[in-house]
């Protein structure tokens, strides 16, 4: 089947800096695992955005004929595009924020493999180390601002929902918006893109004309949520324990929608870090909600956690179901809590540095069918050891379901095998197979193929 495309070539929209020629080398650089490789994967994840297409692999091979190059010139640079998906232009014409997250994408990729890889500047052996990194990926991205009260919901939920899923969300943004809260998500459909379109309209109706819709991606997972073109400020974080770190970093509150793995995922993360008894007097709102059909939904997750976490876990959030204004209200004055509790404290409102987060959140997790396999599924260990060993299972079926080099691995080794405790096994093999039933793990009209067994 032949898709349309379209070539161009664009120039950046003054935030791009002018490149050295040693970084246009390595963005052009087309070995195999090269720069320019992720540069091409995460570019054409961008411009891809609105296919309804969430399969990492597929649109590598849908465009095997995209390429993206730079164009160094005296006064700057310009991105010479061939073979870019023409959803992606109005008459011919890139979208204005579709552009901006191409140099997004270029600026952060750069950023990353000269300051954190290369460079050595940051000790990624020491907890600290990690934490000042993602620090300066949202430093370079200007995406930390002074002088401003918190005001930040990040909002996590699943690309694949029911359109009365979708809608809630809009709702609640429009809430959110209305009392002038900003907005960050997985940049991607879905819940993530939801929040964002409600915000827009109460940031409109109060004269907000400096609403932001932050969206928090990584390399590996940009294809399968590509940024929606109304995030105004995109950042890529190098991998997904990092892109968890931001959010939890720049969030002043936390509001989960229904989803699938990755929002357990996201869910398991957050809940870990608040366990640690480090984290136990510090303020985190955080509200699980959705429409009266996604009842059920929060009802297995909160199952979930007491059947592994156990009761201090449930403590950590509250269930709020069809009231979009009272989540808002509990977002507020949850993040007034914030404020005073970092006022307090003297920590920053753009970044939260007291939130201590154990180096078990912290080291990349690579899913292959060995690591899967010996993950420590057992309660014989801390509740938040156990809360990071379980993100990491939900992880790699992400991995499996979404991402490019999971997917492959899959088709060339079979099935991940998920060992653990009984009753954990149990838990998690209900849990999954409801998302399963619930169409959560695919967008709608996808044949879903697990990528995983769950041994019992």
Known sequence: MEFEVIDTQISPGGRMEVLSKAEVVQLLDNSHGGLY???????????????????????????????????QRERGIKLDVKGAPASAFVDGVMIKGIQEHLFAVLRDILFIKAAIEDD??????????????VFHVMRNANLLKPQVNPNMVVCWGGH????????????VGY?????????????????????????????AKQRITTGRYLGITEPGIIAAEAPNPIVNDLVILPDIEKRLEAFVRMGHAVIVFPG????AEEILYLLGILLHPDNAELPFPLIFTGPESAADYFRQIDQFIAATLGPDAQQN??????????????????????????????????????????????????PTHENMRNLALHKNQDTHLLAANLRRAFSGVVAGNVKNRGIRAIEKHGHFEIRGDSEIMASMDTLLASFVAQNRMKLPGKAYTPCYRVIK
């Open 175 to 203: 809430q959110l918006g209305l009392r002038g809260m900003d907005i960050c998500t997985g940049c991607g459909p879905g819940a993530m893109k939801g929040p964002m379109k409600g915000a827009t309209i109460g940031h």
């Open 120 to 133: 050595r500047k940051f000790d990624l052996t020491t907890t600290e180390g990690i934490s000042d990194a």
């Open 317 to 366: 959030y509250k269930i709020i179901v069809n009231d979009p204004v009272r989540v808002a209200q509990e977002v507020q004055a949850g993040i007034k809590e914030v404020r005073e509790f970092r006022k307090a404290k003297g920590d920053a409102y753009y970044f939260n540095w007291l939130l201590k987060i154990d180096a078990e959140f912290q080291k990349p997790f690579e």
């Open 160 to 171: 694949s929902i029911s359109s009365e899923e979708y809608d809630y969300t809009k709702h």
């Open 37 to 71: 490789q992720v540069f091409r994967s995460c570019a054409l994840a961008v411009l891809n955005c609105g296919s309804g297409l969430d399969d990492g692999k597929e649109l590598l091979e849908r465009y095997k004929s995209f390429d993206i190059s730079i164009i």
């Open 260 to 263: 699938g793995a990755g929002t």
